[in-house]
């Protein structure tokens, strides 16, 4: 039997290509709800009549899925590319305008430009591609599913190194969200230089800092 989320899903139709579009570019991010670490984004265009098989929602696939697809797209896309914004960004600018810049990059990054661009979710940022926000479009739009898997694998790469130049905060598991392990060391520990500081449980544990002094 299947839960409200996944009967939500169902409903939603099919997407379909607009009449026209030869290269679309699928776009998706990772790590907007993290305490820590960039929010990465990938963009992605596949070959018409491509041979990879499994793609889907990122969240959907074990860490071996995702590894063994991220293989896959790297190898048989047109071409693919990375954007992210820092740390630095998120707290200057607010996660939303910081993952709408770190999709712009990754799309302006591309080798070859798309003529139209599909991004997941409901916003989509100002540039100049013909472009549409799809709903759930990274478990319904296979490009945004490639783009998916390849945000998330690079991300959690990298978490993994943050974890063993952090250790303590649980990065290799948690991945920089606020888990009670995570939680727990940041007020044993404090805040790192990856910890996001205008996000409500680090920027607490800051002020709880500074007032310490007085």
């Known amino acids: 039997m299947k839960g409200a989320k996944g009967n939500k899903a169902d409903k939603l139709k099919p997407w379909i290509k607009p009449a026209g579009v030869n290269l679309l570019a699928g776009v998706d991010e ?3 709800g993290p305490l820590a670490g960039d929010v990465v984004t990938a963009a992605v265009i596949l070959p018409a009549g491509h041979r990879i098989e499994g793609l889907a929602d990122s969240k959907a696939l074990s860490p071996t899925q995702r590894e063994n697809l991220y293989k896959d797209i790297i ?3 047109s071409c693919w590319s990375i954007g992210r914004a820092s740390v630095e960004e ?18 302006m990054g591309l080798r070859i430009q798309p003529d139209y661009v599909a991004v997941d979710g409901n916003r989509v940022p100002q ?17 945004i599913s490639a783009a998916s898997i390849l945000a998330k694998v690079v991300r959690d790469r990298e978490m993994l190194e943050m974890d063993a130049k952090y250790p303590g905060y649980g990065f290799d598991s948690n991945k920089g969200y606020g888990t009670a392990q995570h939680l727990e060391a940041l007020q044993r520990k404090g805040p790192t230089p990856i910890h996001r500081r205008s996000f409500a449980p680090v920027r607490d544990e800051l002020q709880l800092e500074q007032s310490s002094l007085f």
Do not use: C, P
Request: aromatic share 8%; hydrophobic share 50%; proline share 0%.
């Open 75 to 77: 190898s048989h896309a």
């Open 90 to 107: 998120i707290d200057r600018f607010n996660i939303l305008q910081a993952t709408l810049m770190a999709m712009r990059r990754a799309v």
């Open 30 to 32: 990772v790590g907007r």
């Open 127 to 143: 540039w100049e591609y013909a472009s549409e926000a799809v709903v759930k479009g990274d478990g319904r739009v296979e490009v």
